[in-house]
């Protein structure tokens, strides 16, 4: 079986700066890490592998030093790896972003599965895996939680939304999961030394050029953009060290002087 994970490298969100002119994060300001909600797609991906046999092949759309992040998924069981970057790439909404991934995947080929994450902890919008597979015309499924059964032709699937229920799609087929589908594995020292020496397929927009329309890549192509960011300032909170018998007293004075009492 021919797997592909859909894996978005992100950065340290405590560490990382925005450029509030674009409304876009400056992901150069910071390490990227996997996506902790794909992890779980990732970890679903290599037991199916395990179970039936195939290749699991990650994917991400990312600036080049993502590649430390492509090299912890293959370290996790991932067997090969293909990081599309670009300059046209930037500035790229779900739309976008969904549209450019799914053109990798039809330059990548002949696949059975693809798997995501539920969301990812930068963007929190949840579109782009269902995007993925409206391009490739292809059944999907949502808030997935537990796999059921996967055949040659068909994968059943446990669903939580509303109320939870078995959803059977048509293979090939997309799965966006939750991160009850699975535990991810912790990887091991070997794995991870293996990883290193790992080769990473770099594509650019040019690469796609023969099954995407190039202008319809980052932010060329995205029908929506963010108009501002704000990122918010620490407010000061004033303290006051008390014994306790003066502090009982000095808190019932200030509650009633904000009239909480």
Not at 160 to 189: D, F, G, H, I
Not at 220 to 229: E, F, Q, R
Not at 243 to 252: H, L, R
Request: contains cysteine; aromatic residues 4%; neutral net charge.
């Amino acid at each position: 079986m021919q797997i592909i994970v859909l894996m978005k490298p992100v950065p340290d969100m405590e560490k990382v700066k925005f450029d509030t002119e674009k409304g876009t994060i400056i992901r150069e300001s910071s390490e990227l890490q996997i996506n902790p909600f794909d992890l779980h797609a990732i970890e679903l991906a290599v037991q199916i592998k395990e179970k039936v046999g195939g290749q699991v092949t990650v994917m991400s759309m990312a600036p080049l030093h993502a590649q430390e992040a492509l090299r912890d998924a293959i370290a996790r069981g991932c067997d090969g790896a293909i990081l599309l970057s670009d300059k046209r790439f930037a500035g790229a909404d779900t739309l976008a972003t969904a549209y450019a991934l799914a053109s990798g995947i039809k330059k990548l080929g002949k696949f059975d599965l693809i798997i995501a994450g539920e969301k990812s902890v930068d963007g929190d919008t949840a579109q782009v895996p269902a995007e993925v597979a409206e391009f490739l015309n292809i059944p999907h499924a949502s808030y997935v939680s537990k796999l059921i059964d996967v055949g040659e032709n068909t994968v059943r699937v446990l669903t939580e939304q509303e109320s939870p229920y078995e959803v059977e799609l048509k293979l090939p087929a997309l799965l966006q999961v939750t991160k009850e589908v699975a535990k991810p594995r912790v990887p091991l020292l070997k794995d991870k030394l293996r990883a290193r020496k790992a080769s990473i397929e770099i594509w650019t927009a040019e690469s796609l050029s023969d099954v995407a329309d190039v202008k319809q890549f980052g932010f060329s192509g995205s029908p929506t953009w963010v108009a501002k960011i704000i990122v918010p300032k620490p407010k000061t909170r004033n303290k006051q060290v008390l014994k306790p018998e003066e502090g009982i007293q000095k808190i019932i004075e200030i509650l009633k002087k904000e009239g909480l009492l």
